[in-house]
Structure formats: structure tokens, C-alpha cells
């Protein structure tokens, strides 16, 4: 029987049997184990019967650990057959005419011990049961959940364990409680499974009484939770334990399973071959040596008590499941002169379960979700994004990226426009609100405890410190800033790549960790303030700016930064101000990203306080064309007036937009609506003049004259009142052609 994990790639299992053959025909040496040919070597000389033969230790090396039962030699050799058949226990071969234990007797070995076939050949060995003393149903239920065992339900074998129940329990719990939302019975173990319906009639659970034991009569009943009975826990050797915490190059074993003493009073944890965990004669838990190990012993005989736990465990129910502190008195780890405090996990939990500190497994994806699992919340205790384990930054330069294989390493750009504050024309700069978002690869570090939620996946302040993070300008903005990673800023990563359970030397819990190369880093940041815009104003009020955020790569790290993909976002079509937001674009580059806002001015306001009421003013100063001359007093203060009003009103737009040095759109406009009241008014004037001359007495000298006055005033006339008001028209309707072609231009 060995107390050892693996013979070579031959996985066995502690405190559990194996039929060992070794056979010798004409050609070869056999070795089999549980039936099994683990080695077939050809040999070219007979083996010496008479020769020693050793069963046990052969050097000091090569320590046997186990026992020996059942030791028996034929002067023939067994078919594989034959060998397969009694490693079975299907059918026994004639008795052994060399030796045999059950015969003959043997001394000086300690490890043989007098075991019958029927015992060796048990239906499974790897099973084996345990009663603990009386304990709160939670309590009871936990205990063996976290020895990897489940609490026997209600069968024969648990009926006939019953009636040796020790005096001390009244009773033995059953593994079901009662779900008052459903109104039903459950397997604490097995919630999914259904419970058999020929026990129903039995339990008649009244309120606060939701939890069953059998009593030593066998009668199964419901009562309280919190009283103590008894628990009868089924266990399996098979479970396999890991003992987490321990460096590297330690002399631990990391492995063990869960066995009974030979006395069957007690649990102990036995290693792969060179420690097992037991507890002592004052009921510490200790982990000791099976065999010598080179590296530690300084004597050469005894067995080495390599730690020792320093919580009180020393209860009968307390086990040294969990995170417990050990005093580590030897270890290639520690310092061999002193004792050092460690602390050590040791938990049955899988590659995909996380290990609470009281020993409980909980789904390793329900780490750190924000929700505590584990009773002692450990779960959400330490919660980190980014590992912190010295194998996986160690050599990690955060003042360079960390770029792909080939080419320059790529940041993705995202901005959310959020909110325009103002546009200050004037000033020639715009006053807004966006969010930012870069999003890149470093494929050095290495996360764990990652969501689907990348909001669940956010680095704190101190682990984003050791990260190489982008130095982008802001070279838009009136102060040219740099990418700021402040308190309010946002530094996650964003789960894609799949996740690898394991644990780094030194660290207590397992964790999923997920490569840097296939999970991105993802930055978010709110900014505002104000960014300098090159305004345009030809076509004012008619006029569409482009306003840009710019975001460049600086000089330093160009030659390994570039950007990657750009997109930008807004709420096309939205008010602001005296614009309507039309769209967003980029233009992209891998040195400098533009994020251009296309800003559409509203021309309503200008239209109803400057084009109508100028256009007015103008039809009433050309109505005055139409006058009768007697009416010249009345018609010129008219036209000189709305000359008057027309240049107030000229000079006031020019103090509301900027001063530039080419003519704009509303210039052309009101420059007109000036020259054509002069216009009226010189026609008007001259009207009246050369009226004035054709009533003077006439003679033979002036009669040319006044015959050349009277048709110039025809002329005027005919200016005054067809051309002019045709010419007005003419230049309204090129003018607004003009607009409407100007304005699709620009689309």
C-alpha cells in the first residue's frame, strides 16, 4: 500500500491497496501494477533464485513508504492472464511453493502487515466515513464540505452507522433543509436534485424548524438550525489538496489527499512522498518529513517536523483548512536558524474555484464581482486588476511601451462630445465638454479577477502608476495640455482574451489570469475647457465652422507610438446657441488625430433682425421714388433717414463679429442697402433741381437747356422707378442663389 502520489507516470492513491507482480519468463522481466504491464524489459541471464530478495528500503535514498500484505512467490511464472485475474480478485492461483506470508513467517520488516483477501479486495477503498461531534447544522454541513465529503442521506448504511451513534449525539443531521420561498425540501449538496417523494409524509416543517436529523431510533424530524447534533461526513481519498503560499524551491509538497489514521480516529493529509500534515500528541497540526530531504536534514535519523500552526486548531473539529498561520521551522524558503511566521492555504478547491479564507470554494468568476461569496468575505478582500506577482512584472520598463513584435504600438482614439459650453467668436475659441477614451495592448503585464463588465475591471491609482500610459497633447486646447491621469480618471481593461487559472509561488489564492497581448487597456476621461478654432466667416451668417480637437503623438515616442483606430461621436442635429451641432468627423493621421465639429450657424435671428427690416427699410425708400415731386420735402428726409438707419444699422453688425480683412457675406448685403438710398436720394434731388430750372422764364438762350433738363428728368424717371427697383430684385435673388449654393458647398 503506498503512501506516495506517483511510480514514475503511475498515479496512486494513499492508504488504498495495489497488487504488485513482478514475472519472469524466458525472454523478459514484468512488472505489473493492478494488472497493469508497467515495464516489459528483455534480459539475457536467468535470475538466481537463491539469491537475497529485499522488500523494503534497498539504499537511503530510495525510501519505502507503506505497508506490505500478502507477500507471495511462485517457482513458475504467471500468464498475464492469470496476473490480471488475481490483481481482479475474480479468481485465485494454487498456492505460492516459494514463499508465502500467510504461510511462512517473516522478520525484521516492520511495514508487512496480516491482512486477509476478502480486505484487500474491498469494493472501493478510496471511500472511508467519519461522525464529528454535535454542531449547528451551517456548521456541520460546512465542516464537510470543505473536507471535500458530503453528509450521508437517508439509506441502510446510514441506518445501521445510526445505532452506534456515540452517547454524546442524540442525533445525526440530514443533508436537507427547507426552502421556505419554494415551499419545498433541499439538498444542501445537490439544490438541483429532487428529493424522494416517500419522505415527504415524514416532515412536517413548522416555521423556524427547516432543517432534519434522524434520531437513534431512526425517526427522522424536523427542528431549529442552531441546535448541536451530531454529523456523519463520507469522504474520498481521491480528493486532492493543494497548499498554497510556499515559494518556489520549497521542500513542501504542494499536493496531498485526505486519508484516515490507521487507527481510524483521525485525519491526516499525506504528500506526494516527501511530507503529509498530522496532528501531534498536543493537537497541533504539524507538516512532517516521509523521507530525508537532502537540502534540510542535518541529522540522519528521525523524522523532521517541518512547520507547525500557530492558530489554536487544536479542537477536535478544527482542522488546518484555510488561511491559517504556520510557524515554518525548516524550509529551503525560509532561514534555518529561526522560526518565521508564514501564512499558508491549504483547500480542495479545483483550478476553477477561488479559496475563502475559512476554507469554502466559491466559481473563481465570482471573484471580485462586488458581491461577497465567501462568509468571511474574502472574495472581495485584495481585489487587484493588475497581478502583482514578481514573475510577471519583473524586467517591466514603464517609461517605454512595450510594442508588438513588428511596427510601432497602437492606441485606439475614441471622443464623446458631451456638451459645448460656449463659442466665443470674438475670441476665436470654443468652450466644451467630450470624454476621451484610448484603448491599447501591453502584452508585458498580466491581469487577473476580470468581468464582462469592464467597469468591474478598473485599476487603482497605485497599480496604474507602475503601467506605461500614453503622453498624448491635447494641442487643440488654448494651453496645449498633455492626456491627464488623475483620480478622475478611469483606467480598466477590457476583458476579450481567455483566462488561465493558476497560482504563482508565494501567493495564498488562486486566481484567473489573462494575458496582456489579448486584453486592452482601456482609458476614460472627462475633459472641458477651452480649444482654439480657426473661424471662417465669408458666408456669415450663412457661414458652417470647423472646429477641431487635436491629438498628438509627441516627438519622444513617435517612433513607437502611432495612433490606431480614430472614431468620434456626438448628438448630430442638437442646438447650441445660434449653431446647430451638423455632424462629427475625423481626420486621421498615426502622429496627430483630428476630431473635426461641424458647426452650422442658425441664420433665423439674422434674418428677422437685419436682412427683413432692411429690406423693408429699402422698399420704403424706394417707395419715396414714386412720389409726386410737390411731395420732395417729404421724400428726401425719407431716403436720407433710412441712409441714417441703414449704416447704424451696419456699423452694430460689424461690432458683433470679428474683424477680418476680407469682405463678408453680410457686408455685400448692408453695402448694398446703403448705395441704393443714396441712389434714390440723388435721383430724387436731381429731380427736384431740374424742376426747379424748367419753371424759370424761358428765352431763345435758355431753350436748349431747359429741353435738355427735361429729358435727363425723363431719363431719371424712367431709372428711378423700372431700373432701379429691377436691379434691386436682380440682387436679391443672386444674392440668395449665392447662399444656397455657398451653404451645399459646404456640405
Known amino acids: 500500500m503506498s503512501d506516495s502520489f506517483f511510480y514514475k507516470n503511475i498515479t496512486l492513491t494513499s492508504r488504498y491497496w495495489y497488487p504488485v507482480c513482478l514475472v519472469k519468463n524466458s525472454i523478459s522481466l514484468i512488472f505489473y501494477i493492478d494488472g497493469n504491464v508497467i515495464r516489459n524489459s528483455r534480459i539475457s541471464e536467468a535470475v538466481?533464485?537463491?539469491?537475497?530478495?529485499?522488500?523494503?528500503?534497498?539504499?537511503?535514498?530510495?525510501?519505502?513508504?507503506?505497508?506490505?500484505?500478502?507477500?507471495?512467490?511462485?517457482?513458475?511464472?504467471?500468464?498475464?492472464?492469470?496476473?490480471?485475474r488475481f490483481s481482479k480478485c475474480e479468481e485465485t492461483v494454487e498456492a505460492a511453493d516459494v514463499l508465502d506470508s500467510d504461510r511462512d513467517q517473516i522478520t525484521n520488516l516492520d511495514s508487512i502487515v496480516q491482512m486477509n483477501r476478502s480486505q484487500l479486495c474491498a469494493a472501493d477503498q478510496t471511500k472511508f466515513e467519519r461522525t464529528f461531534s454535535p454542531d449547528s447544522y451551517a456548521a456541520s454541513m460546512a465542516l464537510c464540505e470543505k473536507l471535500g465529503g458530503s453528509i450521508s442521506e437517508v439509506d441502510q448504511t446510514f441506518q445501521e452507522i445510526s445505532e452506534e451513534i456515540d452517547s454524546l449525539c442524540f442525533g445525526l443531521w440530514l443533508p436537507y433543509k427547507f426552502n421556505r420561498k419554494k415551499f419545498t425540501w433541499e439538498y444542501y449538496f445537490h439544490k438541483d436534485k429532487d428529493l424522494p417523494s416517500d419522505l415527504y409524509p415524514k416532515f412536517t416543517p413548522e416555521y423556524g424548524y427547516d432543517c432534519a436529523y434522524m434520531k437513534r431510533n431512526k425517526e427522522m424530524i424536523t427542528h431549529g438550525c442552531d441546535i448541536p447534533v451530531c454529523s456523519h461526513c463520507k469522504l474520498n481519498q481521491n480528493t486532492v489538496f493543494r497548499l498554497n503560499g510556499l515559494c518556489k524551491s520549497t521542500a513542501f509538497d504542494k499536493e496531498y489527499k485526505l486519508v484516515s489514521s490507521k487507527d481510524g480516529k483521525e485525519l491526516e493529509w499525506f504528500g506526494r512522498g516527501a511530507t503529509n500534515i498530522k496532528r501531534n500528541a498536543a493537537g497541533q497540526w504539524e507538516i512532517v518529513t516521509v523521507r530525508q530531504i537532502k537540502e534540510l536534514y542535518r541529522k540522519e535519523e528521525g523524522t523532521l517536523i517541518l512547520a507547525q500552526t500557530v492558530d489554536d486548531l487544536m479542537m477536535e473539529k478544527n482542522f488546518p483548512l484555510g488561511r491559517k498561520q504556520w510557524?515554518?521551522?525548516?524550509?529551503?524558503?525560509?532561514?534555518?536558524?529561526?522560526?518565521?511566521?508564514?501564512?499558508?492555504?491549504?483547500?480542495?478547491?479545483?483550478?476553477?474555484?477561488?479559496?475563502?479564507?475559512?476554507?469554502?470554494?466559491?466559481?473563481?468568476?465570482?471573484?471580485?464581482?462586488?458581491?461577497?461569496?465567501?462568509?468571511?468575505?474574502?472574495?472581495?478582500?485584495?481585489?487587484?486588476?493588475?497581478?502583482?506577482?514578481?514573475?510577471?512584472?519583473?524586467?517591466?520598463?514603464?517609461?517605454?511601451?512595450?510594442?508588438?513584435?513588428?511596427?510601432?504600438?497602437?492606441?485606439?482614439?475614441?471622443?464623446?462630445?458631451?456638451?459645448?459650453?460656449?463659442?466665443?467668436?470674438?475670441?476665436?475659441?470654443?468652450?466644451?465638454?467630450?470624454?476621451?477614451?484610448?484603448?491599447?495592448?501591453?502584452?508585458?503585464?498580466?491581469?487577473?479577477?476580470?468581468?464582462?463588465?469592464?467597469?468591474?475591471?478598473?485599476?487603482?491609482?497605485?497599480?496604474?502608476?507602475?503601467?506605461?500610459?500614453?503622453?498624448?497633447?491635447?494641442?487643440?486646447?488654448?494651453?496645449?495640455?498633455?492626456?491627464?491621469?488623475?483620480?478622475?480618471?478611469?483606467?480598466?481593461?477590457?476583458?476579450?482574451?481567455?483566462?488561465?487559472?493558476?497560482?504563482?509561488?508565494?501567493?495564498?489564492?488562486?486566481?484567473?489570469?489573462?494575458?496582456?497581448?489579448?486584453?486592452?487597456?482601456?482609458?476614460?476621461?472627462?475633459?472641458?475647457?477651452?480649444?482654439?478654432?480657426?473661424?471662417?466667416?465669408?458666408?456669415?451668417?450663412?457661414?458652417?465652422?470647423?472646429?477641431?480637437?487635436?491629438?498628438?503623438?509627441?516627438?519622444?515616442?513617435?517612433?513607437?507610438?502611432?495612433?490606431?483606430?480614430?472614431?468620434?461621436?456626438?448628438?448630430?442635429?442638437?442646438?447650441?446657441?445660434?449653431?446647430?451641432?451638423?455632424?462629427?468627423?475625423?481626420?486621421?493621421?498615426?502622429?496627430?488625430?483630428?476630431?473635426?465639429?461641424?458647426?452650422?450657424?442658425?441664420?433665423?435671428?439674422?434674418?428677422?433682425?437685419?436682412?427683413?427690416?432692411?429690406?423693408?427699410?429699402?422698399?420704403?425708400?424706394?417707395?419715396?421714388?414714386?412720389?409726386?415731386?410737390?411731395?420732395?420735402?417729404?421724400?428726401?428726409?425719407?431716403?436720407?433717414?433710412?441712409?441714417?438707419?441703414?449704416?447704424?444699422?451696419?456699423?452694430?453688425?460689424?461690432?458683433?463679429?470679428?474683424?477680418?480683412?476680407?469682405?463678408?457675406l453680410i457686408d455685400v448685403w448692408l453695402l448694398f442697402h446703403l448705395i441704393v438710398p443714396f441712389f434714390v436720394f440723388i435721383i430724387l434731388y436731381s429731380q427736384e433741381h431740374w424742376n426747379y430750372a424748367g419753371d424759370k422764364p424761358t428765352s431763345s438762350m435758355y431753350a436748349a437747356e431747359a429741353s435738355m433738363l427735361s429729358k435727363l428728368g425723363i431719363y431719371l424717371d424712367i431709372f428711378g422707378r423700372w431700373i432701379l427697383p429691377i436691379f434691386i430684385i436682380f440682387f436679391i435673388i443672386i444674392y440668395f442663389i449665392f447662399v444656397s449654393f455657398s451653404v451645399l458647398k459646404t456640405h
Open 327 to 664: 510557524k515554518i521551522l525548516n524550509d529551503t524558503c525560509t532561514s534555518q536558524e529561526s522560526a518565521e511566521l508564514m501564512d499558508l492555504m491549504l483547500t480542495k478547491c479545483t483550478d476553477n474555484e477561488f479559496a475563502c479564507s475559512d476554507g469554502h470554494c466559491v466559481d473563481l468568476e465570482k471573484r471580485c464581482d462586488m458581491i461577497a461569496h465567501c462568509s468571511d468575505n474574502s472574495d472581495e478582500v485584495g481585489c487587484r486588476v493588475l497581478s502583482n506577482a514578481r514573475a510577471v512584472m519583473a524586467g517591466y520598463i514603464k517609461e517605454n511601451p512595450t510594442p508588438p513584435d513588428t511596427g510601432r504600438l497602437n492606441v485606439d482614439v475614441k471622443i464623446k462630445l458631451m456638451e459645448i459650453f460656449e463659442i466665443n467668436d470674438l475670441d476665436g475659441n470654443i468652450n466644451l465638454k467630450f470624454e476621451m477614451e484610448l484603448s491599447w495592448y501591453d502584452s508585458y503585464p498580466k491581469y487577473v479577477n476580470l468581468h464582462d463588465d469592464v467597469n468591474r475591471n478598473r485599476l487603482s491609482q497605485d497599480e496604474y502608476e507602475v503601467l506605461w500610459l500614453p503622453e498624448f497633447f491635447l494641442s487643440s486646447h488654448i494651453n496645449n495640455i498633455q492626456v491627464i491621469y488623475d483620480e478622475s480618471a478611469v483606467l480598466s481593461v477590457m476583458k476579450s482574451g481567455k483566462g488561465v487559472s493558476r497560482n504563482f509561488p508565494e501567493e495564498i489564492h488562486r486566481a484567473k489570469y489573462y494575458d496582456g497581448a489579448d486584453n486592452k487597456l482601456y482609458y476614460r476621461r472627462v475633459y472641458s475647457g477651452n480649444h482654439l478654432c480657426d473661424f471662417n466667416y465669408n458666408y456669415y451668417p450663412f457661414d458652417v465652422q470647423l472646429c477641431a480637437i487635436k491629438i498628438r503623438v509627441p516627438n519622444k515616442t513617435a517612433s513607437m507610438v502611432k495612433l490606431g483606430e480614430q472614431k468620434m461621436s456626438c448628438a448630430a442635429g442638437s442646438k447650441v446657441y445660434l449653431f446647430t451641432l451638423d455632424e462629427c468627423r475625423v481626420v486621421t493621421d498615426d502622429v496627430e488625430a483630428q476630431f473635426y465639429i461641424r458647426l452650422m450657424r442658425n441664420p433665423v435671428n439674422n434674418l428677422f433682425t437685419i436682412y427683413f427690416p432692411s429690406f423693408m427699410l429699402l422698399i420704403i425708400c424706394q417707395c419715396t421714388v414714386y412720389f409726386k415731386s410737390e411731395h420732395f420735402k417729404t421724400s428726401v428726409p425719407v431716403a436720407i433717414t433710412t441712409l441714417l438707419v441703414m449704416y447704424t444699422l451696419y456699423t452694430s453688425v460689424s461690432r458683433t463679429v470679428p474683424l477680418t480683412s476680407y469682405i463678408k
Open 48 to 84: 538466481d533464485l537463491q539469491s537475497k530478495l529485499i522488500l523494503g528500503d534497498v539504499k537511503e535514498n530510495f525510501r519505502f513508504i507503506g505497508e506490505m500484505s500478502q507477500i507471495k512467490v511462485w517457482s513458475r511464472g504467471l500468464t498475464a492472464g492469470e496476473v490480471r
